[in-house]
């Protein structure tokens, strides 16, 4: 042990009330003595990482919500489109079964009709319009119309004239918008 005297160690032992030892206490060596001034500490530098982390996720996150909300719309739009375009095909096939219908007998009609649709197809929106062209007294064209809530769509049937009855000889779809 060192002499009570040295700054490297100190000890203390006393004797306790009832002439017990106390347990000895020391300070060991260190690296600067007494006299010295202990090395500065820097404090640590807040670089502010995880700030800058935290606000990189929630920018991403933002981002998805963003592009969710706009490919959700998008989907809503595209599904009511097809809705759409569903009810116009019917109302396009119901306005070629009256066309030929009304091309059974010699004679047809000369002037545009609109088409009574069925209550499977009954909308306050939806028309059925068909107007007859006569091309040639063999060669007739009927053009159908079909109108639901803002779209249209047009198809026209191309009907020849043999052994005094018109038939189907070809049907054009025109655009759809």
Known sequence: MTPPDSPFSIQH????????????????????????????????????FAMLLALAMLGLVAM???????????????????TADAQLNQLLLAGAQDALSKSKSTNLPKAPWTLALPTSLSDPHATVTLTPTLDSPDNATITIDAHYNTQQASQSL????????????????????
């Open 13 to 48: 032992s006393a004797l306790s009330i009832h002439d017990k030892p106390l347990p000895t206490f020391s300070i060991q060596h260190s690296a600067f003595s007494i006299h010295e001034k202990p090395p500065r500490r820097r404090p640590p530098q807040k670089r502010g």
């Open 64 to 82: 998805l919500l963003i592009f969710l909300a706009h490919y959700f719309a998008w989907e809503l739009k595209r599904t009511r489109s097809t």
């Open 158 to 177: 191309h009907l020849q004239k043999s052994n005094n009855a018109w038939r189907l000889t070809s049907a054009t779809l025109a655009g759809a918008d």
